[in-house]
């Protein structure tokens, strides 16, 4: 397959969340996401070869989506399993702080401006894909109400602006 029609940011602490969802299709593409899964088959040899170019190739994608300065972080790693999971330790740390700053990210959310209802809702479920992969429970009631919440107070921040805009005329 050809990478350069695939279009994936390099690994940076701002994506790592989108970088990971988009990063395992790459390798299913390649028929690879078993390597960042499966521990090596030590009882057959030509399945344990095979695993061996599997994972090497795996590594070599995972590897050329990251950032230079990132790199530094996978240098001594020797399997894909390995590196994935440096790369989680570093970019997925479940801090507390971390998760109150996105569980407020989440409730605080609201329509800006040049957003339509798609391009919203589909920030409200990012955000509750990354609390989620924080081990925070999100359920589609809590997206519901981020959303309707988000969008009644860009509704009234427009009817204060055209109430306003009428008082002025």
């Not at 690879?32 to 590594?59: Q, V």
């Not at 971390?98 to 609201?110: D, I, L, P, S």
Request: with cysteine; aromatic share 6%.
């Amino acid at each position: 397959m050809d990478f350069s029609s695939i279009k994936v940011d390099k690994l940076n602490s701002s994506i790592s969340h989108t970088w990971k969802q988009k990063i395992q299709p790459v390798l299913s593409l390649q028929e690879l996401d078993d390597c960042n899964k499966d521990d090596p088959p030590m009882d057959d040899a030509e399945a344990y070869r095979e695993w061996c170019k599997c994972d090497r190739k795996a590594m070599a994608i995972i590897g050329l989506y990251l950032s230079d300065e990132h790199l530094e972080h996978v240098r001594d790693v020797s399997t894909a399993i390995e590196m994935w999971q440096c790369i989680a330790n570093i970019f997925e740390r479940h801090a507390l702080i971390n998760k109150h700053a996105a569980r407020r990210r989440f409730y605080t959310a609201t329509m800006r401006e040049d957003d339509n209802i798609l391009a919203f809702t589909n920030r409200i479920r990012q955000l509750s894909s990354t609390l989620r992969s924080m081990g925070v429970d999100i359920d589609d009631k809590e997206m519901a109400m981020a959303a309707l919440n988000g969008l009644q107070s860009n509704e009234c921040a427009r009817r204060s602006r055209k109430r306003r805009r009428g008082a002025l005329s």
